[in-house]
Every structure is written in C-alpha cells, then in structure tokens.
C-alpha cells in the first residue's frame, strides 16, 4: 500500500472523527456557564470611553469639558 492511500483513508476516517470532536469542544468551551462575565467584558471594550475620550498617557483622568458623545 502506498503512503498515499494510507494518509487518505486516516485523513477520511479518523482525522474527520478527530477534527469534529475538537471542534465540539471548543464550542462547548466558548459557551460553558462561567464565560459570560468574560465575554460581556470583551464587547463592552469599544463603549467603555463615550462620554470622553480615553485619558493621554501620563494624565490621570479625562478632559471634564469635553462634550459626550452620542
């Protein structure tokens, strides 16, 4: 048998087998009960400055006259 047909056949049957498992757990990792914190932090990152812009490096807070953003 040539190496050719033998990586097919191991491609066609245990690699997919393999390949949809690992697929399986990672969603069942991307929506286990602990997560959502994590994950609502993340999509809050581009509203965390909308009444200001985000302070320069070596100011400690935000220009306070700076009109919000909407």
């Known amino acids: 048998m040539e190496i050719y047909t033998l990586l097919r ?3 066609d049957s245990w690699m997919l087998l393999f390949l949809f498992v690992f697929f ?11 997560s959502t914190k ?3 932090d ?7 400055h909308v009444d200001a812009p ?4 070596g ?7 700076k009109e919000a953003r909407t």
């Open 9 to 11: 056949e191991f491609a």
């Open 24 to 34: 399986m757990g990672i969603v069942a990792w991307a929506f286990r009960p602990g």
């Open 38 to 40: 994590i994950y609502e």
């Open 42 to 48: 993340t999509a809050s990152i581009p509203f965390r």
């Open 54 to 57: 985000a302070p320069v490096e």
């Open 59 to 65: 100011e400690a807070t935000p220009a306070a006259d």
